[in-house]
């Protein structure tokens, strides 16, 4: 059985293309989840490892899809091969139970845990650059003025929060958090 695994790291982000691939390859199954790499426990990855069995070749589209570094990429490869399953990397291609196939996986492997540890260091700058202008704030801007915010609060004295949402158009999950923060 050729099995596909296709991953994400946020909700936002689009699974089709990852899938595409993998059945445009030939995985007759498919797995897939929206979780983030870093975390080992992936629901639906464990329950992948959990069906493959010996004959069986596993298909991702990239090295980082699967493994969160080296050692982690190492470590699944090695327990896959000792299972008699084969790998198919699509941007690398067959990884093989050789010990050149092995030296191409760490090579890889490190590079794709170096990329990944680049784009985070390169984000942490970024927010270092932006937390040292003046007016900085953390997080999305807000979406009301705190004189908006004020209004909305008043007029909770005559009205339900359901008539001050429709009334301000703020929602009613906001002036309630706004309620309580003006309550502590």
């Known amino acids: 059985m050729v099995y596909g695994y296709a991953r994400v790291s946020t909700v936002g982000q689009d699974l089709e293309a990852q899938l595409q691939q ?12 929206k ?14 490892l959990k069906v493959l069995k010996a004959g069986d070749t596993l298909i991702v589209t990239k ?13 699944i490869v090695k327990e896959l ?16 139970d050789t010990v050149t196939g092995r030296l191409i996986l760490t090579i890889f492997s490190g590079f794709a845990e170096f990329e ?4 985070v ?23 009301f ?15 339900s929060y359901t008539e001050v949402s429709a009334i301000t158009g703020i929602s009613k999950s906001t002036l309630i958090r706004e309620v309580r923060k003006r309550k502590v």
């Open 35 to 48: 979780f983030t790499g870093t975390k080992m426990d992936r629901p639906e990855f464990t329950k992948l």
């Open 145 to 159: 003025s705190e004189k908006q915010l004020n209004h909305a609060v008043s007029l909770l004295a005559g009205n």
């Open 121 to 143: 260091e390169r984000t942490q700058e970024g927010k270092a650059i932006a937390r040292q202008k003046e007016g900085f704030t953390e997080g999305r801007p807000k979406s």
């Open 116 to 119: 990944r540890d680049m784009i």
């Open 22 to 33: 993998l059945e445009a390859n030939g995985a007759q199954t498919l797995f897939s989840e």
């Open 81 to 96: 091969f000792t299972r008699g399953v084969k790998i198919n990397v699509l941007n690398m291609g067959m990884i093989e």
């Open 63 to 75: 090295l980082d899809r699967f493994a969160r570094s080296t050692v982690d990429a190492i470590t």
